[in-house]
């Protein structure tokens, strides 16, 4: 066992350490307060507008639409662009590892992500229901008709435009993709000194920004090419290839509930050996379910409607059915230690982690207890979040529940974290509340097996 954990630890080690993980990792936890703002907005707009419209509160969802309209700013400034954020920041943690200028690396990386972006705008008016007549007439005037899906539209073109589905959470990959390409570009020609330099008498400020003039213009190019030869080549935009053949494929394989599954033990063993699991899988968990939760909250702003959210499970369905007091459902833990446990250094403990085990913190129970490299608690541990998770997952993908669309703070308490996390479900609460339940009676046998053991043998 020892010899088994040691190689563990020092395997994990290094991929908790790799620094093109750790830069992915940090990035996303940099979005935070903007991915939470955003989120807020849309949940406010849930409770103003969605649910009393829902009912029948016509008048009252009139009466606030001013806040409903700053709700929609605050959305469209933070989770409706965030891959513009996201390549500045992944430029920056990057440029931060290869040790070079990071606030030109985070502009250089951000405007690489731009250049690759289409740079017009169509809109598509369709005429199904306007006359033959009138339809060539607007053909004589000049005006583009196009046929999609056989019904003819109107198309119109503005230059100069972004978007959204390539600035929003869609446009992660290609940002992400394109971030690591300019600063590949950018930190080998500065570690070459392919750079202008300036007396020494130059004010620090100014020879740094002229040290990035090169490398910075020479990576922007490089994706600028990069982006018009893949137009060349296919006709589709860089952001549309990444997004059809390695996003969508991508995150359609961690839709499974094999995946889902899988991910959720190995964050437990992790945790087992003493690592945090939730860090070291960081960039899985963010880079993949955590896109799934941005879409998620993009599409059901844009149609209202929870039926046509495209990812059942996304990175916020961990947390509200899987981590009810933290990893392991240790609430659950907390509670059967309560009610059958005879060890006074178990209760002790317990009563100083519940009040932080409501609020999903629970190292007092992981290393006081302890669970670490504890064989007592260990099946219980490793078999309590995929249990949860799978009852979850098919409670959301048989429709009993709805997907988790909106990111809530992990501090929420359990119950209620599912139920601000679907936009107010009720039965997303209970389905979270059930899993306590479950998690107590798998629990249980385990404490019951501890109170015949001395605790100096533990």
Known sequence: ?????????????????????????????????????????????????????????????????????????????????????????????????????????????????????????????????????????????????????????????????????????????TALIIGFLSMFVYASLTKRNITIKLPDSVPPAVNKAFAAIIPGTVAIYACAGLALLVFSLTGSALSDLVSSYIQRPLMGLSQGVGSVILLTFLVQLFWFFGLHGHNVLAPVMDGIYGVALNENTAVYEATKQISELPWAWTRGSFDAYAQMGGSGVTLALIIAIFIFSKREEHKTIAKLASPMGVFNINEPIIFGMPIVLNPTFAIPWLIVPPVCVTIAYFATVAGLIPPVFLAVPWITPPGLYAYLATGGSIMAALVSLFNVFVAFLIWTPFVLSANKVKAEDT
């Not at 590892?97 to 502009?107: E, Q, R, T």
């Not at 053909?139 to 539209?153: E, V």
Request: no cysteine; aromatic share 10%.
């Open 1 to 173: 066992m020892s010899h088994f954990s040691d190689k563990f630890m020092e395997i994990s080690g290094k991929i908790g350490s790799q620094r093109h993980l750790v830069a992915i990792r940090d990035s996303f936890i940099a979005m935070m307060p903007i991915t939470m703002a955003g989120s807020i907005a849309v949940l406010l707009n849930v409770f103003l507008r969605d649910i009393p419209t829902s009912i029948g509160w016509t008048d009252f969802a009139t009466a606030m639409q001013p806040i409903i309209a700053i709700n929609g700013y605050v959305y469209f400034g933070t989770i409706g662009i965030m891959a513009l954020f996201f390549a500045f920041i992944f430029g920056y943690n990057l440029s931060v590892m290869h040790k070079v200028n990071p606030v030109a690396g985070g502009i250089i990386s951000f405007a690489s992500f731009i250049s690759t972006i289409p740079q017009t705008l169509t809109i598509a008016t369709p005429l199904e229901d306007v006359k033959v007549s009138v339809v060539s007439a607007l053909k004589d005037l000049g005006l583009t008709i196009a046929k999609t899906d056989g019904i003819a539209t109107l198309e119109t073109s503005q230059w100069g435009a972004i978007d959204l589905k390539y600035a929003g959470a869609t446009g992660l990959f």
